[in-house]
């Protein structure tokens, strides 16, 4: 059974930090790219960040570029994502999923409603001013 586990959301102030987690079990790990999303109430899905688990290629949305950084433990089959500078605009639940490299890369960066293979339930970040 294919899942995705985030972790590590909360409640932090304007100018502070979070780390979440996306640990994720039942499919081969490094064939795979997982990938943040997030939504916030009222606003369509928008991509963050992915990475190629194989190699580690990263991709960025340009509102997050500067201040998070995606990175995987292949020992671990865990996706991190280190937020760093959080803005309340940042407020949202945010997902992990996974798919083909090419597929989460396009979601990410150009089509944040593309389906994707596997979700994560979402973990709430909220980021008070």
């Known amino acids: 059974e294919v899942q995705l586990v985030e972790s590590g959301g909360g409640l932090v102030q304007a100018g502070g930090s979070l780390r979440l987690s996306c640990a994720a079990s039942?499919?081969?790990?490094?064939?795979?790219?997982i990938g943040w999303f997030r939504q916030a109430p009222g606003k369509e899905r928008e991509g963050v960040s992915c990475?190629?688990?194989?190699?580690?290629?990263?991709y960025y949305a340009d509102s997050v570029k500067g201040r998070f950084t995606i990175s995987s433990d292949s020992a671990k089959n865990t996706v991190y994502l280190q937020m760093n500078s959080l803005k309340p605009e940042d407020t949202a639940v945010y997902y992990c999923?996974?798919?083909?490299?090419?597929?989460?890369?396009?979601?990410?960066?150009?089509?944040?409603?593309?389906?994707?293979?596997?979700w994560g339930q979402g973990t709430q970040v909220t980021v008070s001013s």
């Open positions: 039942g499919f081969t790990f490094d064939d795979y790219a």
């Open positions: 990475i190629r688990n194989r190699d580690g290629r990263t």
């Open positions: 999923a996974a798919d083909l490299p090419s597929t989460v890369a396009v979601a990410i960066l150009v089509y944040p409603t593309r389906p994707l293979d596997y």
